[in-house]
């Protein structure tokens, strides 16, 4: 369905001195530094899939899903999307998918839902029974009915999102792109948008690559995750792979009654974090105890309180972002 | 989509937009009138002064409000269906929104320009109507069908050689974002078309000839329509200069989405 | 009270020194001005020579003075825009002036430095125009400095009036949802009525007493008829104590409306 080989995408920044002089410099003898925002990147998405697409910002997240989607040409490699050149064949595949770009509505602020999604229908040539249908569809599934007749522009952060979903899909897309769906919104607006979206995932097979931050999105819908971390994939697996992998260790959490000086870290656990009087230890449950690490602490500084944290996805994913996963893989 | 789509899908788009600015009714009536204002201040400048003259280097009011009505009516086209050109860089690329024109299958020029409507273009278009229709009652300019159709060509010529020299320079959005000041360059030399090419240094005719022909928009089909000798090439030069123009502009527009597809923003 | 002033001053200093920052930040569109100007400038000659081509002169003023009057025009322009009706009515319409009260400065005084630092930038940026109108058509300016020093206080006092009234239809603004169009519309009347598309003398008596009984001759035809040596010095005094009169009265007013409009926005909240 969705297919990426080698895909690589190389920016050319002109350098750039400010001011006048730096702009007339820049016109005769430009230079540029060459910045690799995806390298190599190779995967493969199957119809009916929910993919989870993490990193950071600036990880490469949005390059990827812009030459996917067709905005950008990559500078090596392949995509093909539904067998297509998405960039070449732009509009065909236009046809086959639906974005959804976190916080940048695609409906106009100042018209009615209802007319929002009649424009939005009919760049897509939706015809006016299945149009009909779709409405009284979601009208349903997202609640849409009391929002038809409201502006976008006096909607809440949850509205808008239910409002952009309905006009994502109204063209009924075999492919959706979720850029940060959630952003934003309160637990029981997040609970719903994800309840929807595993709903047309599963009643209409359709294929969503889901970019987030928030990972409770990633645990309730996605199987597999890709992780992509300085332009390089990093991870491509399940879930549950990398909960197992990082299962065995803890994070352990001290605050003390002094500053932090010299502090001998106990065999089997590594700093996460050490602030004034804060320190943040991980460690691996098959090699030490958190007994053993809190005794050792608390034989050399006074410990005032301490927490001990459980592995969630949040935590698995600061440590592959700061090399955790290269360590240990 | 298909090009038999387009007209009525931007006729939706112009019905919902014209909806909006209903809402606005206030701010409606102010933009279109200001532009009137902005007009009025030149004209009246024309009219005070050639009320004490015997004539502009050989040129009578009438004449002259002709030739100012031509490129006022030109100018409007512009104005009311393409002044979304200005606002690429800012109000698109800047923000990311020209992104959703290239997910959707539909020309994203096309979107661009249908995407807003701009009825501050009404005040310059009731201008230039104006201004025409007395000129050429003074003029004693005779409308049968022929002059008719001569002078709508004319117009339609002029809009379109306005849009392509937009165009041409907001391209520049792909680029550098900030368009304004480069389009506003070529756009400024329409100041030099309200009144008579023939007032101005031999240079700047040429260069309102073949370089940013604005001549062809006003000048040239007023002589015309006066009556006085025109060369053929300039009375009907018009729609082929437009055509030129435009095809060059979507070349250029072209070249600029590829850049766009390669650098994103 | 010293020591109050000076540290007054060096914070409208400090508002004054962004002022150049921000220009700076938009080179491209300083570039564009000069080049749009340099365009008015030849339209402008071009125009005004065809109409002297059948006429000596035209409402009692011959060519090479029209020209160096209009051309000074566009060169002290400055002082005849303000900015500051957009700034406010903007200010007024998004809340943002809550913040902007809570300075510890009188914001009517802090906008007037404003406008000062910007006026006077804005004259520098137009020496290049000033440069090729010398350059292309001979502009002349006068060599005695008494001129140039009654031309100034002109200027200053004619600023002021403007500035006061720019205030005033900037807190009308307030009112209105549309400044843009408020603006454009404030733009078009001065643009006429100060005498920058003709002189005074050449209009109409109808239209010459609308012209100088509305404030936008102040900053405009006042100062720049003495440099161009249309008004004589000896005018002068008169002159100033017609344009002390209009500030008194504009500034009062200004006063007043702001302070009408801020009650407004308080009890509203923005």
């Known amino acids: 369905m969705i297919e990426a080989v080698n895909l690589t995408k190389v920016y050319h920044i002109p350098d750039k001195d400010p001011g006048v002089r730096g702009a007339v410099k820049a016109l005769f003898r430009p230079r540029h530094t060459s910045k690799t925002a995806v390298k190599d990147v190779s995967f493969a998405i199957e119809p009916g899939e929910i993919v989870g697409y993490i990193g950071v910002n600036g990880a490469g997240k949005s390059t990827t899903i812009k030459m996917l989607t067709g905005i950008l040409v990559p500078t090596g490699g392949q995509v093909r999307v539904l067998g297509r050149d998405p960039h070449r064949e732009r509009v065909a595949n236009a046809r086959d998918i639906g974005v959804v770009f976190g916080q940048r509505s695609q409906l106009w602020w100042d018209l009615a839902l209802r007319e929002s999604l009649t424009m939005v229908g009919r760049i897509y040539e939706v015809d006016d029974a299945r149009f009909q249908r779709l409405i009284s569809e979601f009208s349903e599934t997202l609640e849409l009915k009391e929002l038809l007749p409201i502006p976008i522009r006096n909607m809440s952060l949850g509205q808008k999102m239910r409002a952009e979903l309905a006009a994502t899909l109204i063209h009924e897309p075999r492919i959706v792109y979720l850029d940060e769906p959630t952003i934003g919104l309160d637990l029981l607006v997040k609970e719903r948008i994800r309840a929807f979206i595993k709903r047309i995932n599963q009643e209409k097979g359709t294929t969503v690559v889901l970019t987030t931050h928030d990972l409770g999105d990633i645990e309730e819908l996605c199987r597999r995750v890709l992780i992509i971390d300085n332009g390089v994939l990093i991870y491509d697996g399940s879930l549950e792979t990398i909960k197992q992998r990082f299962g065995k260790y803890r994070e352990i959490t001290f605050e003390t009654a002094a500053d932090l000086n010299g502090l001998d870290v106990p065999t089997g656990a590594d700093v996460l974090e050490k602030g004034g009087r804060t320190l943040s230890l991980r460690f691996d449950r098959t090699q030490t105890s958190a007994s053993r690490v809190s005794a050792s602490i608390m034989s050399q500084i006074e410990v005032i309180d301490l927490s001990l944290k459980e592995p969630d996805l949040s935590m698995v994913v600061k440590q592959i972002y700061q090399g955790g996963l290269k360590e240990t893989a | 989509m298909a090009l038999l789509n387009y007209p009525s899908l931007y006729w939706l788009f112009l019905k919902n937009r014209i909806k909006i600015l209903m809402e606005y009714r206030m701010n409606f009536l102010i933009g279109a009138t200001s532009t009137i204002m902005i007009q009025g201040a030149g004209l009246l400048t024309v009219w005070v002064i050639m009320s004490q003259i015997p004539d502009l280097n050989g040129w009578t009011l009438p004449q002259v409000l002709l030739i100012y009505g031509l490129i006022t009516l030109s100018k409007s086209i512009n104005h009311m269906f393409a002044d979304n050109l200005w606002t690429l860089g800012r109000d698109y690329v800047r923000t990311g929104a020209f992104d959703r024109f290239m997910v959707r299958p539909v020309d994203p020029l096309f979107h661009l ?110 002589t015309r329509l006066m009556g006085l000798e025109t060369p053929l090439w300039q009375a009907y030069g018009a729609p082929l200069v437009a055509a030129v123009l435009l095809a060059v502009a979507l070349a250029v527009w072209r070249f600029g989405l590829r850049h766009y597809g390669s650098t994103g923003t | 009270m010293i020591s109050t002033l000076k540290r007054d001053l060096r914070a409208y200093g400090a508002i004054v020194a962004t002022v150049p920052k921000m220009f700076m930040a938009y080179s491209i569109w300083v570039w564009m001005s000069w080049f749009v100007q340099i365009i008015a400038v030849v339209i402008l000659v071009a125009f005004w020579r065809a109409v002297f081509s059948n006429t000596a002169t035209v409402g009692g003023l011959d060519l090479d003075t029209t020209i160096n009057y209009l051309l000074l025009g566009m060169i002290f322009r400055a002082g005849q825009n303000t900015d500051v009706l957009y700034e406010i009515g903007e200010m007024m319409r998004d809340g943002r002036i809550g913040i902007t009260l809570l300075r510890p400065l009188d914001m009517q005084a802090t906008y007037y430095v404003i406008n000062l630092a910007n006026m006077g930038l804005n004259t520098l940026l137009s020496i290049p125009i000033a440069l090729f109108a010398w350059l292309a058509y001979g502009l002349s300016l006068p060599n005695d400095p008494l001129v140039w020093l009654a031309f100034l206080v002109a200027l200053l006092l004619g600023n002021a009036v403007m500035f006061c009234f720019d205030w005033i239809i900037g807190c009308v603004g307030f009112y209105s949802t549309e400044i843009w169009g408020l603006s454009v519309l404030r733009y078009g009347f001065g643009l006429f009525f100060s005498g920058a598309l003709i002189p005074l003398d050449m209009m109409p008596d109808w239209l010459r007493t609308i012209a100088s009984v509305l404030p936008f001759s102040q900053a405009l035809y006042l100062p720049v008829s003495i440099l161009a040596g249309i008004n004589p010095v000896s005018a002068m005094p008169r002159i100033w104590l017609i344009q002390l009169g209009y500030l008194v009265v504009f500034l009062v007013a200004s006063r007043l409306v702001f302070g009408r409009a801020l009650r407004v926005v308080t009890v509203q909240g923005g």
């Not at chain 2, 002078?151 to 550098?176: D, E, K, Q, R, Y």
């Open chain 2, 113 to 222: 320009l249908a995407d807003r409507f701009c009825h501050d273009g009404i005040g310059n278009f009731l201008v230039g109507g104006v201004l025409v229709a007395i000129a050429a009652a003074r003029l004693g300019i005779v409308w049968t069908p022929g002059v008719i159709v001569y002078f709508a060509v004319m117009v339609l010529s002029g809009g379109v050689i306005f849009i392509a020299l937009n165009l041409m320079t907001c391209v520049s959005a792909f680029w550098i974002m900030d368009s304004v000041p480069v389009t506003r360059v070529v756009f400024e030399m329409h100041e030099f078309a309200k009144y008579p090419l023939s007032i101005y240094p031999r240079a700047i005719g040429l260069l309102l000839t073949w370089a940013i022909p604005f001549g062809f928009a006003s000048y040239f089909p007023a």
